[in-house]
């Protein structure tokens, strides 16, 4: 039976508008040969990996200040969802061999590993200690987001492995780790340098959540037909409000909608009561969230521009906000091509 539904502007009062680093078309070309050499996916499954355009993603989402860093922001782009890719099949102990070797690799990259995975993981972020340079806080930040974000993949796979599903604010609380935010933050502040006071300090951390919030239900808003088709939307926000408040799929919607347009509100006025830490750390402050503000609208720009969601009418439903429920799919990885990534 065909179901249609209409999607929200979730992000209608954000402040930041839709931008792109302009080197794109200089680095999606071998950032895609990079992933293709390390032989993830069958040639099949690569092509419709490629056609997501992870790239373009790194490139709505990254900083503008190099072609460099726009590489680096397209290989974590590309990484995270391989290892989404390959931990969305796994249970509990395939998630906790994945996520304890990509660690491994993120602290120790001067070791090459047999695992198709865990090499992507360690050349990636070898490379991004090239571009970044010397920002031990910095990377100590990240590593440690990095690390919530596997734990957290790790309950995910519990859950689906039961057929749980959360109530709303215990799905956020598991889901502002599971959607990538944090660590995505802590990545583009690299190079900033800002003290860890700065990160202590409770109006930064509640912006920070709001702002991972705000990834994490829009992702979810855009992924949910992907995620029915693969019978994967017990991990879905959307399912959550639909359980919890007894509430048909379009009114869970509107619901999601308003808990959007509260949590922009809560940016705002927590950006407006920053302290100051002094003028040079107040200009990387300033920086750093102009980065977040063009994560969450790069989130959501992208999940249009994207073939990963909508195919090729994306921009269409852009406009029209209308929505078809596809047919059960497949997704881009085998069981049997997870356990050869595993014990290579």
Same mark, same amino acid.
Not at 287 to 314: I, M, N, P, Q
């Given at each position: ?199 202590? /300090?409770?109006?930064? #951390?509640? @912006?920070? &959540?709001?702002?991972? %919030? $705000? ?8 992924? *949910? ?10 991990? /879905?926000?959307?399912? #959550?409000? @639909?359980? &919890?408040?007894?509430? %048909? $799929? ?8 308003? *808990? ?85």
């Amino acid at each position: 039976m065909t179901r249609q539904y209409f999607i929200p502007d979730l992000l209608a009062t954000w402040p930041w508008p839709r931008s792109i680093n302009a080197s794109l078309s200089e680095v999606e070309e071998e950032a895609n040969a990079w992933v293709q050499s390390l032989e993830l996916f069958d040639p099949s499954q690569f092509k419709k990996f490629k056609a997501c355009n992870f790239n373009l993603l790194g490139a709505l989402i990254g900083p503008l200040r190099s072609k460099d860093h726009l590489r680096i922001s397209c290989d974590l782009m590309n990484f995270y969802f391989a290892f989404d890719e390959y931990t969305d099949l796994a249970n509990r102990e395939e998630a906790l061999q994945i996520s304890k070797d990509v660690m491994d690799a993120f602290r120790d990259t001067s070791k090459p590993s047999d695992s198709k995975l865990i090499e992507m993981a360690r050349q990636f972020f070898q490379r991004t200690v090239d571009v970044v340079g010397d920002d031990r806080p910095g990377f100590e930040r990240f590593i440690a987001d990095f690390d919530a974000y596997t734990t957290s993949i790790i309950q995910e796979a519990d859950d689906r492995s039961v057929g749980h599903v959360r109530s709303v604010e215990d799905y956020l609380i598991l889901r502002r780790d599971t959607c990538g935010a944090k660590p995505s933050f802590s990545f583009y502040a690299l190079g900033l340098n800002l003290p860890n006071d700065v990160f202590d /300090n409770s109006l930064v #951390a509640s @912006m920070l &959540e709001a702002a991972t %919030d $705000l990834i994490a239900i829009t992702n979810d808003m855009h992924s *949910y037909g992907l995620e029915h088709s693969r019978g994967l939307d017990g991990h /879905n926000v959307v399912t #959550a409000i @639909m359980k &919890e408040y007894n509430l %048909d $799929l379009q009114e869970a919607l509107y619901w999601l909608s308003g *808990y959007a347009t509260k949590t922009i509100s809560k940016f705002n006025s927590d950006r407006r009561k920053l302290p100051s830490w002094g003028p040079e750390v107040d200009a990387g402050v300033h920086e750093f969230f102009d980065l977040v503000g063009r994560c969450v609208r790069g989130y959501d720009a992208w999940s249009y521009e994207t073939k990963r969601y909508y195919g090729d009418k994306g921009m269409l439903i852009q406009k029209t906000r209308k929505i078809t429920l596809q047919p059960r799919d497949a997704a881009y990885i085998t069981r049997e091509q997870l356990k050869v990534s595993i014990t290579a």
